[in-house]
């Protein structure tokens, strides 16, 4: 099946930093990208959907100034937390869809603690 | 009340048993997705089902679209099938998934 990575899978980071996380879409061509948040014995949340070249569209109550998300191209999208903080400690989670398809492909997560 | 509920939250088993988690939603959908959560977070997508059943090695999907419920069924099964397992249903009306709140599955040797 079609593969989505995402890097890194762990970060640490101190507050009021800001960390990037990259989600690519390896053997095929994503135009659709999304990036979830996971609390703790919770289920995914959905933070933002991105189509490739356009702007994300971000879910309510989700800060579109402190989540950067870009899909400048159709195998990677980013999320940049910005000036985290500690209750920005989550799993980010992003998968990925071709075209109208109904399969969605979901990369390992990546675990950030923010200290 | 959540547009996916997923039965049971928690099921221990002993290796070797058929198990059954059930979902049903509310909405009309296009598909669902059953997908498994290891303890180290990664997800994987097990099936996508509009209608009927699918089968993967000792895995099986069932969907009853006019009663709006899914299973997912796991034959002899193993501790390494321990995990969260969940189910994602795309509303007709958008492209985003609603996901249910997710079976943990304990499966003792």
């Known amino acids: 099946g079609a593969v989505v990575s995402q890097h890194p899978s762990w970060v640490i980071c101190k507050s009021g930093t800001s960390v990037k996380i990259e989600c690519r879409s390896l053997?095929?061509?994503?135009?659709?990208m999304f990036w979830y948040r996971q609390f703790p014995k919770q289920s995914l949340m959905l933070m933002a959907t991105?189509?490739?070249?356009?702007?994300?569209?971000?879910e309510q109550g989700v800060e579109k100034d402190k989540f950067l998300i870009n899909h400048a191209s159709l195998t990677l999208s980013t999320l940049t937390v910005t000036s985290a903080h500690p209750e920005d400690s989550s799993f980010y989670i992003c998968?990925?869809?071709?075209?109208?398809?109904?399969?969605?492909?979901f990369g390992p997560g990546t675990r950030l603690t923010v200290t | 009340k959540n547009e996916v509920e997923q039965s049971p939250q928690n099921l221990t088993a002993q290796e070797g048993e058929f198990i059954t988690i059930n979902c049903s939603y509310s909405v009309g959908i296009s598909a669902l997705h059953w997908l498994q959560q290891h303890p180290g977070g990664g997800i994987v997508s097990l099936f996508m089902l509009s209608s009927g059943k699918k089968k993967h090695g000792r895995l099986i999907a069932t969907i009853n679209i006019q009663e709006k419920h899914s299973s997912l069924h796991i034959t002899a099964s193993h501790p390494r099938d321990s995990a969260v397992y969940i189910c994602a249903a795309r509303p007709r009306s958008q492209g985003n998934l609603i996901f249910g709140k997710g079976t943990k599955l304990s499966v003792k040797p």
């Open positions: 998968s990925a869809r071709s075209g109208e398809s109904y399969e969605q492909y």
């Open positions: 053997d095929f061509q994503a135009t659709t």
């Open positions: 991105s189509n490739e070249g356009s702007k994300a569209t971000y």
